[in-house]
């Protein structure tokens, strides 16, 4: 089992920034991707960036490419997503993962492919 705790989340105005942690503990030698998704009120879960520990890939949204940044620290098990320039439309409440099996391009994007998750953080962006 793996257990992940969100933090870092919080209310800013547009354009600043806020930077999420994920810990993680239990079985965390047995992940082999973890992943950043969040979920806006009326709206499904979607995708936001993600990183493979095989060969150290990463992986962003359209939507947030070349305004977050995914990394982590292997020592305290903690990932992190670092968000800049923030809009409104990035309200939501933020939600880490992990994936115990190795997932390739296309699935690492696909929340059915996590297995753990953690309790969500909110972010709020304002106008």
């Known amino acids: 089992q793996v257990q992940l705790v969100e933090s870092g989340g919080g209310l800013v105005q547009a354009g600043g920034s806020l930077r999420l942690s994920c810990a993680a503990s239990?079985?965390?030698?047995?992940?082999?991707?973890m992943g950043w998704f969040r979920q806006a009120p009326g709206k499904e879960r979607e995708f936001v960036a993600a990183?493979?520990?095989?060969?150290?890939?990463?992986y962003f949204a359209d939507s947030v490419k070349g305004r977050f940044t995914i990394s982590r620290d292997n020592v305290k098990n903690t990932m992190y997503l670092q968000m800049n320039s923030l809009k409104p439309e990035d309200t939501a409440v933020y939600y880490c993962?992990?994936?115990?099996?190795?997932?390739?391009?296309?699935?690492?994007?696909?929340?059915?492919?996590?297995?753990?998750w953690g309790q969500g953080t909110q972010v709020t962006v304002s106008s």
């Open positions: 993962a992990a994936a115990s099996q190795y997932v390739g391009t296309v699935r690492i994007r696909t929340d059915g492919s996590y297995d753990y």
């Open positions: 239990g079985r965390t030698f047995s992940t082999n991707a």
């Open positions: 990183f493979r520990r095989s060969d150290g890939s990463t």
